[in-house]
């Protein structure tokens, strides 16, 4: 049978290995003002000093520059490559039918990730440049465990060795994701541990401390401050993470141009800002310099609504061993309630998506913290779609999915981008509990 007069739907928009983009994009110089930079507490050492100790010296570059692009090095490309880079955008023409909404559904594949994460975006980037810079080791802190095990994987494939140190209350229970971690040569500690100062005081209290993020970055910083040959890595909220990402967005812009659309909306869930980021900066860039019409959704969950929070100066972190960030936030030292998207569950949201949110660029939704609205959204998406999302990329899909049923009753058809961050092949305990799958 002939090809030349069929018509076939589109549903993938690729780009070749050549179309990958070759430079990251630095919102700083185009933000509507500049960003107030971190700062110091009033009493106590100087964190700002500390910094140089505590990230790589090319990442700490790039958290204060005011060049547009950054070159992407060769070689990252490369491994950017290797990681499954680009990554397609789908059309959600299933989904579209099921909703029976006039609205255009895309959505961008990042569960397509070695890890099942964004995350690999800039571990990859902080490992390429670790390794450049002599560094044998990397260290960090994981919640969630979805950044330990990106940046586990990133050191293997740059031939690093990798420390996690895992919050207890999580690490004791997801043995598979340990499994994963270890399988990429990573050693994994439950925090807090015996292994460090602020640890070991906590430990020898209690031997079954649940532990926290805050404790876990003590540990990860205590530990690469006290070898020369080891370098500390965090994986949002900061710049640069943001930057690293942009990969997503651009991609998702040049997809859009090959098939003449653009978006009106897009959505992305939100923690602490990296993947939300990554995917909406580049088109924030067309609103803040080309004047185009966007609006912006980050998705977050009741549990840690940190864009609801108070925009002050606070700690990144639970033991303020970080300077100052300019941020929306809902106390460093505020407990959060455990949810199963344990990505989203942070205090505070990147000072750089916290301006843009202060100055009504970006509006924000919380569901419920049972969970139960934003998997039956998911569910909803796994039978038209098929793919898995991660329960955090769940609240993407969510949010998308309110705003398609919203253009169903306009009768709007709206061009709707969302973001799903990651896959959720470890996360199937989570959803049998909320959905209550027998
Ligand atoms: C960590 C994580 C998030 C939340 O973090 P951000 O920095 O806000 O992106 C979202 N989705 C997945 C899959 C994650 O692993």
New binding site residues.
């Given amino acids: 049978m002939s090809s030349v007069n069929r018509k076939m739907q589109r549903r993938q928009i690729t780009l070749t290995t050549d179309e990958l983009p070759k430079r990251w994009y630095n919102i700083l110089p185009d933000l509507p003002e500049p960003l107030p930079p971190p700062k110091d507490p009033e009493t106590g050492e100087s964190r700002l000093k500390a910094l140089p100790e505590i990230l790589l010296a090319e990442c700490l570059k790039q958290e204060f520059s005011t060049d547009r692009w950054i070159d992407i090095p060769d070689e990252l490309l490369s491994i950017y490559q290797q990681a499954g880079r680009p990554r397609p955008l789908f059309r959600a023409l299933n989904l579209e039918k099921r909703l029976g909404t006039p609205a255009k559904m895309y959505y961008k594949s990042?569960?397509y990730s070695p890890t099942?994460?964004?995350?690999v975006n800039t571990a990859l980037a902080q490992a390429f440049y670790a390794r450049e810079q002599g560094f044998a080791r990397l260290t960090t802190e994981t919640?969630?465990g979805?950044?330990g095990t990106?940046l586990a994987y990133a050191a293997s494939l740059a031939n690093l060795k990798c420390t996690v140190y895992w919050v207890r209350a999580v690490h004791d229970w997801k043995n598979d994701r340990r499994g994963f971690m270890q399988l990429f040569g990573a050693e994994v500690y439950a925090s807090p541990s015996n292994l460090t100062e602020v640890g070991r005081k906590l430990y020898e209290k209690d031997r079954n401390h649940p532990g926290s993020l805050g404790i876990a970055i003590s540990e990860g910083i205590e530990d690469a401050k006290k070898d020369k040959n080891a370098i500390y890595c965090l994986?949002?909220?900061l710049n640069h993470?943001l930057m690293h990402?942009t990969i997503i967005g651009l991609e998702t812009q040049a997809q859009f141009e090959k098939i003449g659309e653009y978006p009106d909306l897009v959505i992305?869930?939100?923690?602490?800002?990296?993947?939300?980021?990554?995917f909406a900066l580049p088109f924030m860039g067309d609103v803040l310099t080309k004047g185009k019409k966007v609006k912006f959704i980050a998705a977050q969950s009741q549990a840690a609504p940190n864009l609801q929070g108070e925009y002050k100066y606070d700690f990144a972190d639970h033991g303020e061993l970080t300077p100052l960030l300019k941020m929306y936030t809902l106390g460093h030292q505020t407990s959060l309630p455990p949810i199963k998207?344990d990505?989203?569950r942070?205090h505070g949201?990147?000072p750089i998506i916290s301006l843009l949110r202060d100055k009504g660029y970006i509006d924000t939704v919380a569901y419920p913290q049972d969970e139960k609205q934003v998997f039956a959204h998911a569910r909803t998406f796994i039978q038209a779609e098929g793919f898995l999302?991660?329960?955090?990329?769940a609240?993407?899909i969510a949010c998308a999915i309110d705003e398609a049923l919203k253009c169903k009753q306009t009768g709007e058809e709206k061009v709707i981008a969302f973001n799903i961050?990651?896959?959720g092949f470890m996360d199937i305990p989570g959803y049998r509990e909320v959905l209550g799958l027998k």
């Fill in positions: 990042e569960f099942g994460s964004h995350k919640g969630a979805q950044w990106a994986g949002s909220v993470v990402q992305s869930c939100l923690g602490g800002g990296s993947n939300f980021g990554g998207g990505g989203l942070y949201c990147s999302p991660a329960p955090e990329s609240y993407s961050s990651g896959h």
